[in-house]
């Protein structure tokens, strides 16, 4: 696992948290963790878990992964690949069967192509994208 930049992460937060017009209040609220702890995200004082991570992009409507690679939590290359299984996943137009049929076309591909991890592997995220409990 890569080491954590979280004063990166902080101020690529306090950007998006500018951007989306909301308050350290409003979006402390949104993602349910406290004021004074988001402060301390945004300044590079605390790590944040990879579930507070997740609130925090659900509150901006930003991908969870790209914060997760921002805070050294999940690689580029990691990341694309959990974008594409996201997109697929969040799919309303297939259903359950089909979207399991893409992902395992994908991941064939994705051997084929010399891409010898499986999908997700050593990723923090469950089958359906969510964080995994990494305790």
């Known amino acids: 696992m890569a080491s954590l930049n979280v004063g990166n992460l902080g101020e690529y937060l306090r950007e998006q948290r500018r951007s989306a017009q909301l308050s350290l209040r409003q979006l402390a609220d949104a993602a349910g963790v406290s004021n004074p702890y988001l402060s301390q995200i945004e300044r590079g004082l605390r790590k944040p878990s990879a579930e507070v991570l ?19 939590i999940l690689d580029e290359r990691q990341q694309d690949e959990l974008e594409t299984r996201a ?10 069967r089909q979207k399991s049929v893409l992902l395992q ?7 084929e192509n010399g891409v010898d991890d499986e999908p997700g592997a050593g990723a923090p995220f469950n089958a359906d994208g969510s964080a995994a409990d990494t305790a």
């Open 54 to 72: 997740q609130q925090v992009a659900k509150a901006l409507r930003i991908s969870a992964e790209t914060l997760y690679v921002r805070a050294g």
């Open 87 to 96: 997109v697929i996943l969040a799919d309303p137009s297939i259903n359950e």
């Open 105 to 111: 076309i994908y991941a064939s591909f994705r051997k």
